[in-house]
Structures are given as C-alpha cells and as structure tokens.
C-alpha cells in the first residue's frame, strides 16, 4: 500500500474548524458546500434546531464565500452592482442586498460589511468572482480579494449568545445593535464581530484569520459550556431560516446566472423583497429593467403559508381548488415549525391567483404506501418567527 | 360588575384553556383561582432566589398541537423543548442508555438482549398502534352509550369503524390491552429485568396500581401517546417550566377578553332550582353567571363547594367513591453544579437526559407494597430529570436544578398524619436512593422542595394529591369519566360543567379537556364553535 492518496485530487476541502467538528459529528453525517466538507447535522437535527432557539449553537460558515472589496472606488463599484443604496451604509455596519442582472432578475443573496471608507467585504452563498471583475470593469481604483479561505467565519445564534461571549471577555458586546459590527483583541490578531445570522434569532457571526479559528472555537465552547453550547449543521439551519422568513439560493429562487429556462430564475419584487431596491440613486445593474418589473407588478410572488394540518408540504404543487382546477405555483420550501407549531411553507405562487383559494397537494407515505392531501393555505404576512430578543439592545443573558 | 356569562373554577391549565375558547367566542368569562398563583399543577415557582421549580408536573408530551397552534401559545411565550435519552438503572451495575438514534439505540438494547433489541420494533409498532387509535378520540367528546341520540350514535359509529379497520386479531388486542396489567403486557416483549423495568415506568406513575395489577398496561400506554412535534412517546420541556404554558394560554386568554382573579377561592358554587347559577368566593363576594364550570378534580367538586342538598340523588356518594387515590411524591432539587452517576460516560446528552433509578419489575412492585400498607418504601421508584441541562432560564449557569418523581407515597400514614418532619425523612429516603448512583450528590444540594401527597392537596388541590385528578382505569375512562352517564362534561346540575383531568381524556397537561368542555358549552348555548379539530389528519 502506498501513502499516497489516490483520490485526493476528488476529496473535498476540510474548513479550519474541521478537527473539532469532526469529534463532535458522531453521526458522521456530513454533505458539501462550495466544495467544503460541510456537517449536515452533528447529533441530531431537531436537537441541534432547539439549541438555536433555546441555547446557543454555532454553525460554520467558512465555505460562504467572502469576498474583500477596496480601493477608493470600492463604494462606487458596489453601489454599480447591488440594489440597495451604499450611501446609506454606515461604518461598521452590515447590509443584506441583492444584486440583479440587466433583466433584473437575482443572481444572489448576500451582505455587504462596511470595514473603512476604503474597504468593505461581501459575503454570498455562490462563488462571485466572475460577476464582480465584471462589475468593476469601468471602475479605476478597485481590488477584488477572494477572502474564503483565510478569514474563517463561525455564526453563533441562540438567546444565550450574547451572554457567552461576555463570559468570553468580549466587553461591551452587549451595546452591539443589529447589524453592527465591532471589533476584540484575539490572541495578538482582532476578532471581527458582527450581530449578523441567518436564523432570526439572537446571534452573531465571528470572523477571525484561518490560522486561529481553533483557538477562537475553543475559547467559545469554554465559555458556552455552561449554556448549552452546540455545533449545528445545515438541516437545522435550513429550519430557523425557514421560520425567521429567509429564502435560500437554489430553493427558494434560481440564481440568474444558473437559470436554464426562460425566467425561471427572479426578480426581487417576486421574491418579496422590492425593499431592496433603492430607485432613489443613479444607475445600477438591472435599474432600469427593475422600473418596468416595478410598473407592471411581479408576475409570480413567493409567499408565506400556513397550511392546514401537519403534513409538511414539501414540493407540493399548489391549486386553486379543493379540486385542483387550476395549477398555480409550487412549494419551494416546507416545514413543520415546532417553536410556532404551524404547518409553514414558501410558495412560488402566480400573483393573480393571491387573493382566491390556495390548495397544497401533498404526500405522505404511512409504512410505505403513499396518501394524498389537500390541504387549504392562508397567507401569512410577516415572517413566521420574529423573537423580540433578536432585536433586543442589550439582550437579555437568556 | 360581579355579573359573567361564564365563571371558571380554578386557573389549571385546563381551566385557562377552557376559559380562552369561552372568551374567543365571545362570552364574558372570569377564572377564579384559590393560589396568588396561577397554574395549577402546570406550575414554575421560584422557591430559591435563582432557581425555578417546575414543582408539580415537570415534562410535557400530551399538549395537543392544535390548540397549541390555535390559541398561539409560541407567540404567547411557549416553547416546548424536545430532550433526549436516558439512562435506566439497575438494582445492581447495570446500565441501560436510551440513545436517541435509532441505530445506537438498538445496540445498546443488544448489548442487553439480543432478542429483546429485535422485539423492540415489535413493541414499538403495537404501542404506536394502540396509540393512534386512543389519539384519535382525545379532542372527541365521548359518545354516551345510553343515548339513543343522533350525535352519539353517530360517534359510536365513527368509533366502530376506526376500531374495525384495525383487523380482528387488534380488536381482541386491544381489548386485552385495557385490561391487563404493564407487567403482562412487557412479559410478551421482553425477557431481560432492566428493559422491562425501563418500559414499564410509565405504567406506574401517577397510579395508585402496581405494575402488576390489571389496568396498569392502560397507564403506560397514557403515558406514551403523547409526542412532540409529530415524534409519538417524545417529551419535552417548557422553556421556563412547566408554568410557562399555564402562562401562555393564561396570555391568550386575557388577550381574547377573559378575566383572572387570583387569591379567590371558591367557598361553594351557587344553585337555584337545579341550575348552577354563581358562585361565593372565600372573602364573601358573589359572582353570577349562566355557566360554571369547575376546572376541580370530581370528588372535590361535589363533595367540598356544591352543597349535599344540591345535589341530585346519589351523586355525592358517587363524588365520595370516586377513585382518586394518592400515589405519588416530588422532590425538587436545587444543585450547585452537574451530578456525575457511576457506570454512565461522560457523554454530554446522554448526561442530560432523564434517569430511572429502579432496575425491575419486583423492585417496583416491593415499592407499592408499601404504599398498600400506608407507608413509603426505603427503595422507592425514582424517575429524574435535569431540566436546567436544556432550560437556560431555570437555574444559574453551571447551576442545576432536578426533578425527581417518587411512586410510591401514601396520602396517609398508617402511624398517624403526615408531619414536616416526617416530609423530609420521605425526602432524605430519596436522596440517599440518588446518592447510591451518585456518590458526591448530596453535597451539591442547595435547596430542596419535598412534597408529598399531603402537601399536593393542600397547596394545588388535587384530592388526596392524584396527579391525574382520579385514577385512569377502565371505570373512569372515556364515557366513563368522572362517572357513568355524565361523560360529555356536562355535571348533573343545569349549567355546570367540569373541564378538569377527571373529565376525557384524564391527566396530563394535554389542554385537551378545557378545549373539549369548552366545545360542548358552545354547543348548549348555540354559539358557534371555537374550538380546533385535532392537527393530525390520520397521522
């Protein structure tokens, strides 16, 4: 037997915090993100969603790409790029955006940090570099740096967050406002943090150089350990998210770039997020083609649902009847919530069918053989879940 | 403005759930409560500055989801919070790990018993079985099987049918089921003592049976139909203890127009010409109202605040002989920090699971002897549960709290009453049960709150300290329950109802009576139904 691997060239890449994650997967049950070996779930999922909503759990988020954009035209070519107006980014703030094609239709979801007057960083589920060299081309004094893999990021959400990573010595963590980002000495290097997440609860997302993520994750599990601290993966994310209202790349929406079919892929206004667009400033990507989507209503609208029942409505195809006369969207997203205990779901619904009845069909196997449901649906208009602590300043220690 | 259209006795979960969906159609409705406290048995107090007891009931299964999702319990304040294994110990050092993967579970059970691990599934199918059906009648009023009305020989119809389509052989089953006892029923299954011993706890607790004795495979099964989120036999907790859903549906139900009063003890309901018509609380004051209902267990009810000669023949001495036996104790545990137990790794959620600390059958059995002859046993069933291990809220960080339930412990002693000092020797009888798995144990004691079922009664008003408001066998299931022809929540006085425990479906925090009563009070008066089916479609 030789030492060498020969199937090293196909196996993927392992985050920084991989040798702790690893000990603590004891289903080994693990999937992929961006070529990463990324933890699906580490014990259990409803456990691990629980932590989120009662403890603390952290979720690593090195695979998210990063990307780090300065030069004294770095504002100017974002603000070229995303919807949203940079101008009204402060320092040491974070913004949620998209940015569109000239159709205006997504090609991702993602936040944009602003770290100087000179130098911002862009975090996005898909790799990015292509469409940003494109967005900069034009512009003089711009220097894209795919950051991915040497700034490890480590999300920590849960109501008992904030009260870890005091015990941390993070002092003054407490006076962070949603959306602030502020920064701690770590071992001679600066830990970035921001009150950022993706689960609609409290929590945080900490950045820190790749060499000392390990130091970073064990000085937090010391801290956490007496509130519950746990890594979650990505089923239990994919539920917070779900309940907190936020969409997910490739379930929710087709990014633009990927879409095969002839507008499959969205506008923001489809996706419910036409606050994104800021017509109040001069021409971004996709301005113009966005007035007209604007002008003539979203043909189809993602839309919460409360569906009758507890059959998760997973890939169900929506009606508008009990007796499926019409077919009118489909279910990109299904879930039965255990901290509100409803039946919730994402549909992708035509939006002149809104206002009439909505059917779910679904299906379920009991031991094996197959039923089916129709199952009525009520929109919801805020988001499932919105615990008043994730807004809380200071937050409360539980 | 002592006038109401509803008047409910007792601020117990159920008696809050059945005034939220009084008040959600539109009725006038106050509860009256005895404590400054509300709650009931679904209580969180804070008995030691920085602790918080779930004191009475401590884990939660049975609350249905649909009135859970329909009074909006999560937005009111609930999270029910799933935990995971558990460890059963033996007489001797033997461990049985409950794991929640299902894959390690049944090796654990192999390590045990091979034959056992495969009977498992086995027992499992039947219990989700036997389960389902019984699911199916909880948010159902039961069909009076005297009545030749349309609506009960509609149900007993609709009850046939679901019976019928399980087969034959289940039909016979089934009712061998109710009548056998946890011991007999675990004999087919199982041949290993530590498994049956950690299958058979919920046929004992809250019962004044053994696990021996016929009606006890009842019990077990009552204890394991429940779920959590869909996962049927899952318990969880309330983030905040067990009062945090009293407080949620209290939340709901002022939100909808209801009224609470609290230090308002009910001195005896009101009746005029056969009809309930008020009631006079302990301080004097009158409140009228065309309904009262009593959130009361049924021997309570008729016996201590309707007065004899209100009564219909015969009805108190039903009331008298109902059977609503004590059995059981609580000792809450304030800890300064995780105990640690021989032969358990240190395996972070099997640590912070439940632990049974009675190995087999005879062991409970010997405990219940005792009970018969009025006294508690020097070896007593004990099942834990460390709730601050999953509920920030409950304890200082590092800090714990524990919950231990005690089966058996005599209502009265055959050598006189019940004394604080005879309280805390059955306390310390527990302690150096635990401290036997746990060396070290008693040094982490902070506070501890020992009650008995002396000091259940007296505080919460559970006759005698029942936990489920009078014994769940066969005589006092279904239509059966609280008695014999008054199955349907109305009382043999005009206008009063019952929405406790000893009306269907009996104990447990399920809502499910309140939500029930509450239905069939809309009913009479023609008001249209506030009331939410079951969530589940037919699971």
Not at chain 2, 355 to 373: H, N, P, S, V
Request: with cysteine; proline share 5%.
């Amino acid at each position: 037997m030789s030492n060498v691997d020969r199937y090293a060239g196909e196996r993927l890449k392992l985050t920084p915090f991989y040798p702790r994650e690893q000990e603590l997967n004891i289903r080994d049950a693990w999937s992929s993100w961006n070529g990463y070996l990324f933890a699906d779930y580490y014990y259990d999922t409803e456990y691990e969603y629980f932590c989120i909503r009662n403890q603390c759990g952290t979720y690593d988020i090195c695979p998210m790409q990063k990307y780090e954009i300065s030069g004294k035209d770095a504002e100017a070519m974002l603000n070229r790029m995303i919807t949203r107006d940079m101008g009204k980014l402060g320092m040491n703030r974070v913004m949620y955006t998209v940015w569109c094609t000239d159709e205006g239709r997504v090609i991702d979801d993602g936040t944009v940090f602003k770290l100087a007057e000179d130098r911002f960083m862009l975090t996005c589920g898909s790799p990015c570099t292509a469409w940003l060299r494109k967005s900069a081309y034009g512009f003089g004094d711009v220097t894209i740096t795919d950051v991915s893999d040497t700034l490890a990021g480590l999300s920590f959400q849960g109501p008992t967050t904030c009260a870890v990573l005091k015990k941390m010595g993070l002092e003054g963590i407490e006076n962070a406002k949603a959306f602030d980002i502020m920064y701690f000495p770590f071992q001679g290097e600066t830990l970035m943090v921001s009150r950022t997440g993706f689960t609609g609860d409290l929590g945080y997302e900490l950045w820190i150089p790749s060499e000392l993520a390990l130091d970073l994750w064990d000085a937090l599990y010391a801290a956490g350990e007496d509130y519950g601290i746990q890594p979650y993966g990505e089923a239990a994310t994919d539920m917070a998210r779900l309940e907190a209202g936020f969409i997910m790349p490739y379930v929710d929406f087709t990014e633009a770039l990927k879409t095969v079919y002839f507008e499959h892929d969205q506008t923001p206004f489809e996706l419910q997020l036409g606050w994104l667009v800021d017509f109040n400033k001069p021409n971004f990507s996709g301005r113009a083609a966005l007035l007209e989507h604007k002008q003539r209503g979203p043909k189809w609208t993602l839309t919460r649902l409360n569906i009758e029942g507890n059959w998760p409505a997973e890939d169900a195809i929506m009606y508008d009847s009990k007796g499926c006369k019409t077919e009118i969207g489909y279910v990109t997203s299904a879930l039965w919530s255990p901290t509100i205990k409803s039946n919730i779901a994402l549909a992708m619904i035509r939006s002149e069918y809104l206002n009439g009845e909505l059917w779910a069909e679904i299906y379920r196997a009991k031991d094996l053989r197959q039923y089916r449901r129709m199952a009525r649906a009520t929109i919801v208009k805020k988001p499932f879940f919105t615990p008043a602590r994730a807004r809380a300043t200071p937050p409360a220690d539980f | 403005m002592n006038r109401y259209d509803a008047i409910v006795i007792g601020a117990g979960h159920n008696g809050l759930t059945n005034a939220a969906y009084l008040a959600k159609a539109g009725l006038k409705v106050v509860v009256v409560e005895k404590n400054d406290y509300i709650g009931g048995a679904a209580v969180s107090r804070e008995l030691h500055e920085g602790w918080t007891y779930s004191s009475c009931s401590y884990v939660c299964s049975m609350m249905r989801q649909a009135i859970h999702r329909d009074l909006d319990l999560g937005r009111h304040g609930l999270i029910l919070v799933p935990y995971l294994g558990t460890v059963n110990f033996g007489d001797g050092d033997e461990r049985l790990f409950a794991y929640h993967d299902e894959q390690a579970a049944y090796l654990e059970l192999k390590r045990h018993s091979p034959h056992d691990a495969d009977a498992m599934y086995r027992f499992q199918a039947d219990l989700t079985r036997y389960s389902q059906l019984i699911r199916k009648t909880l948010m159902r009023t039961p069909p009076d099987p005297a009545s030749m009305r349309v609506r009960d020989i509609r149900e007993f119809i609709w009850l046939a049918k679901k019976f019928w389509a399980l087969g034959e052989q289940e039909v016979y089953e089934y009712i061998r089921f109710f009548t056998i006892s946890a011991a007999d029923f675990l004999e087919d299954y199982f041949e290993n003592d530590l498994i049956k011993a950690a299958m058979a706890s919920p046929g004992i607790i809250g019962t004044a049976l053994g696990v021996y004795s016929p009606g006890s495979a009842y019990i077990l099964l009552h204890h394991v139909m429940g779920d959590v989120d869909g996962s049927i036999g899952a318990w969880g907790l309330a983030r905040g203890g067990m009062g945090a859903i009293s407080q949620a549906i209290a939340n709901a139900m002022l939100e909808h127009g209801g009224e609470l009063r609290t230090q308002a003890g009910v001195e005896r309901v009101i009746v005029k010409n056969g009809k309930a018509c008020g009631v006079v609380l302990e301080n004097g004051d009158e409140l009228s109202a065309n309904i009262v209902v009593s959130n009361l267990d049924a021997k309570r009810t008729f016996t201590k605040i309707i007065d004899k000669d209100d009564l219909p023949e015969g009805i108190y001495e039903r009331a008298r002989n109902f059977k609503i036996r004590g059995s059981s104790g609580k000792v809450n545990i304030a800890l300064s920090g995780m105990p640690t137990f021989t032969g358990v790794p240190d395996n972070r959620y099997i640590n912070r699971g439940g632990q049974g600390f009675t190995g087999t059958l005879e062991t409970m059995e010997r405990a219940y002897d005792c009970w018969k002859r009025g006294r508690w046993s020097d070896d007593p069933f004990v099942e834990s549960v460390i709730p601050s291990a999953w509920d920030p809220t409950v304890a200082p960080p590092g800090q714990h709290w524990m919950s231990n339930f005690i089966q058996y412990c005599p209502p009265q002693l055959t050598d006189g009453p019940w004394t604080p000092e005879k309280r805390d020797a059955f306390g310390q009888t527990v302690i150096d049960k635990i401290e036997r798995y746990s060396p070290g144990f008693k040094d982490l004691i902070v506070h501890m709150e020992v009650r008995t079922p002396h000091e259940i009664e007296n505080e919460i008003g559970l006759t005698e300290g029942n936990i489920f408001q009078g014994e769940l066998t066969i005589d006092q299931l279904f239509f059966n329950r609280p008695f014999p022809g008054y199955g349907q929540y109305r009382m043999p006085l005009k206008n009063l109802y019952m929405c406790g425990s000893s009306t269907h479906p009996g104990g447990g925090v399920s809502a499910v009576c309140g939500a029930n009563a509450a239905r069939e009070i809309l009913l009479d008066l023609k008001r249209p139904n506030s009331v939410p089916e079951d969530d589940f479609y037919d699971e």
